[in-house]
């Protein structure tokens, strides 16, 4: 039993791991600013730092996940799985998703739940959080980070009156750049499931997502809007030239916004998201945040 960053009695669970040299997961439940209840899981660092000379002391990856994703799903488990060799890691499902509460806004009310987690991460006692979004949850990264950040002063500021969630980097993968998208044939598809009754039937019993049937009122920022907020923060931009989902022109769109504090990768031959990031390249993202800590 602990007491969450909001002042709420929230139960805390051990979760299994097969490596020995690593101390327990912890899996929780959260409360975000407008009170719904967030799955999330704490993984410690695989690797026990010398904290007197690692650059990843007090580093700690907070990993937002696609739509329909969840904190069990076993591509979000092969990115906690990497970014334990370079820090701790927070994994959480999305509202909507999994066994989280409340349901999908596809983005918008999403950054609450993100906020709710860096919050987590930081009571843990990390001093410096990456978050880390994919597709979804790539635009999320980038409207959080706009949304939450430090003060001229060095404090923390942000919506809500949260004062510890703003993040230290962001990373976004395969994310869109502008809402309502419909060139591919992959977005119609998630268009039908968003918006049509039948649609969210399917969310909700075939894919685990339960998505509200509201629009958006009003428009959220979109993420082009919301980058060039985000400095001095660092920022990666990462997408794959296969991307099904989203063209090239999206990830080029962020960059372009985001100047001269952004950083672009485009990965040749990777599709979207989660599932098509090879380890590979989650490690060079892991080695990207530890350089953002000097």
Sequence with gaps: MRIDPAGRVVRSTPIPHSETNRGTPIRTFLHTADGVTIDSVYDPPAVVYDTSASSARGLVF????GFTGDVDRPHVRRVVETFTQYGAVVTFSFRGHGASGGRSTV???EVLDLAAAVEWARSLGHA???TVGFSMGGSVVLRHAALYRRDETGDASGREGRTEAHSDAVVSVSAPARWYY???APMRRVHWLITRPEGRLVGRYGLRTRIHHREWNPV???PVEAVP????TPLLVVHGDRDGYF???HPRMLAAAAGDHGELWLEPGMGHAENAAPDELLGRIGDWAVAQGG
């Design 247 to 249: 063209p090239l022109d």
């Design 107 to 109: 983005g918008d009310r």
């Design 128 to 130: 410096r959080v990456v």
């Design 220 to 222: 959220p920022l979109s």
């Design 182 to 184: 419909r060139g591919t």
């Design 62 to 65: 907070v990993v937002a996940h």
């Design 229 to 232: 907020r985000i400095a001095p």
